[in-house]
Structures are given as structure tokens and as C-alpha cells.
């Protein structure tokens, strides 16, 4: 059974960084769409970024292009997300997800995914 274990979330000031780690156990990642998710008190959960493990497929949420990268570390079976110029709507819980029937795009957009870490709360505030 695959498990997810997100790490790196914290208190940051505006325009700061911060870069989330996603661990897997149980089964490797090489075939799967990995991928972040965040969801804000009173708000919908939404697909940040999700990459494909297999050729490194990018996705991004028009809210986080050009801030956010995702990389992945298939030696490691592990994915990153590096989070820059964080602003106040950046916070949320920060949840890792993985899929191995849907492709990148698909899991994030659609949210379409199978398993789920536990998440890791990221505040950016002042």
C-alpha cells in the first residue's frame, strides 16, 4: 500500500520560500502522477502542481505559474515542490497525492487521484 508523507510546511513572511517534500513508501512512484494539492478554511480544495513520474510532465495552476516548481527525485521516490514569492493567498493545508491511472493534468484539474498524505500547513503571513 502506497503511503504519502509530506513534509516542509511552515510560517513564512510574504514573498518568502519555501519548498514542500512528498515521500513515498510501500510502492514506487515510476509509473504514477504525483502531484499537490491545497485547500484554504472555507475554500475548495485545489490542484497546485502535479508532475509524471515517468517523464517529468509538468502541470501548473494558473495561480502558481511562474512562482511554484515541481521536481521529482525517482531514486529518492520523492517529489518537491519549491514554493517562491509566497503571498497570503498561498495559505492553506498542503496535501501530496499520487495516481497511477490519470495522467498529470488530469489529476490535478480534476482532481482525480487515488492516495493522499496527511498534509502539511503553510502560512504566509506577516
Known amino acids: 500500500q502506497l503511503q504519502l508523507v509530506e513534509s516542509g510546511g511552515g510560517l513564512v513572511q510574504p514573498g518568502g520560500s519555501l519548498r514542500l517534500s512528498c515521500a513515498a513508501s510501500?510502492?514506487?512512484?515510476?509509473?504514477?502522477?504525483v502531484g499537490w494539492f491545497r485547500q484554504a478554511p472555507g475554500k475548495q480544495r485545489e490542484g497546485v502542481s502535479c508532475i509524471m513520474m515517468s517523464d517529468g510532465r509538468t502541470y501548473y495552476a494558473d495561480s502558481v505559474k511562474g512562482r511554484f516548481a515541481i521536481s521529482r527525485d525517482n531514486a529518492e521516490n520523492t517529489v518537491y515542490l519549491q514554493m517562491n514569492s509566497l503571498k497570503p493567498e498561498d495559505t492553506a493545508v498542503y496535501y501530496c497525492?499520487?495516481?497511477?491511472?490519470?495522467?498529470?493534468?488530469?489529476?490535478?484539474?480534476?482532481?482525480?487521484?487515488?492516495?493522499w498524505g496527511q498534509g502539511t500547513q503553510v502560512t504566509v503571513s506577516s
Open positions: 510501500g510502492s514506487t512512484l515510476n509509473y504514477y502522477a
Open positions: 497525492a499520487a495516481d497511477p491511472r490519470h495522467t498529470e493534468q488530469d489529476m490535478c484539474a480534476l482532481g482525480l487521484t487515488d492516495y
